[in-house]
């Protein structure tokens, strides 16, 4: 059955290991592009052993190379490397996150590529950037959380930095990477021809970082009296069976959640509004501390009939294997469950965008490594060399 989706026909080669590069490569894949995943003969992606897994395949990499082609070749050989220019010629997207320089020493770098595919999107995907005194750092996401300021703005009470546990730069990265795909291909596709793109893990995560969690960084003439993170301090309520959270912003929500958790003191003119919450913090801890009292004496089903009632907006605290079950993700049809060839029963999350005329879909199962290196030299015109580079270990699977 034909793609219809909006990148149907678009021919994706990526060079990427671990999370940033393949998760924009599955993305792509749910949206119809072609995806040729070059791997390592040996070990392949370092990202097949980390996690949970079943078979030898990790859930992570199950995840972030659905639908993909996997060949494995030794780029570092001679005809390693002339296999893979054959395949970028022929592709309107490259992808890589080598450190800085290792594309190009390799000969696989953007000007390399430019020579015979003027039109090429490329792709480089780095830590710390290309320039600079950390450009050759290694750069795992804890690494990025600790320096672009995320461990720092989750900090406990005591000044301890916290990690957010999982890897949300490598993921806030490939998303920031996608989009930047996606409009370049625009721009091609308006008559502005190929270019080379440069996403750095500090660029994207203190992007992301900074439009809401370092308000007195970003206004320099702030006196400083407010946290720069309007979220610091909120905590969940403790429910009898559970835990949730309301977020009140309006002034509506705020007497909403007093009146529902039967809070003392929310009359009082001096929170009438949110410039007078805000001018009177202590007053409004005092309140919020009667909120949380409130809490405590009421069920989870209890506190829903409160809120519903109410109309404010709150969420019950729901943990990944209770998610799937609950009847609101059940009626989006939030999650996709298929049986994997290597891994058998899996749940996946549906692809986030519904297009309405070009629908996206989830793609098929993970390659296992070099599953279709033989399928690909065939349409390389290369099949008659299939023995020869296996058994020199130029390729593999």
Known sequence: ME??????????????????????????ADQGASVVKVERPDIGDIMRWIGPSVNGLSAVFRVCNRGKQSIAI??????????????????????????PGVADRLGVGYDDIRKINSEVIYLSQTGFGEVGPYRDRSAYDTVIQAYAGVASSQASKDGEPKFLQQVIADKVSALYASQAVTAALFARAMGRGG??????????????????????????????????????????????????????????????????????????????????RNQHRP????????????????????????????????AMIVSPPELPDDPHAVAMGLFVEVDDPVVGRTRIPRHPALFDATPAQLAGPAPALGEHTADVLASLGRADQEAELRQAGVIAG
């Open 74 to 99: 030794d780029i570092r050989t001679d005809v390693g490397r002339e296999i893979v220019l054959e395949l970028a010629e022929r592709a309107d997207v490259v992808m890589q996150n080598f450190r």
């Open 195 to 276: 270019q080379h793109i440069h996403v750095s893990m500090v660029d994207a995560v203190v992007s992301f970082l900074w439009a809401d969690a370092a308000g007195n960084e970003v206004l320099l003439d702030s006196d400083g009296s407010q946290p720069s993170s309007f979220t610091i301090g909120l905590r969940p309520f403790p429910f009898i069976d559970g835990w949730g959270v309301v977020t009140p912003i309006s002034d509506s929500d705020f007497t909403g959640m007093c009146r529902a958790l039967e809070a003392a003191g929310a009359d009082d003119p001096r929170l009438g509004t949110a410039e007078l």
């Open 283 to 314: 007053l409004m801890a005092e309140v919020m501390e009667h909120c949380y009292e409130g809490a405590a004496k009421l069920t989870v089903e209890q506190a829903t009939a409160r809120f519903d009632a109410e109309d404010v907006p709150y």
């Open 3 to 28: 793609h219809t989706g909006p990148l149907s026909g678009v021919r994706v080669l990526e060079l990427s290991i671990a999370l940033t590069g393949p998760y924009i490569g599955a993305l792509f």
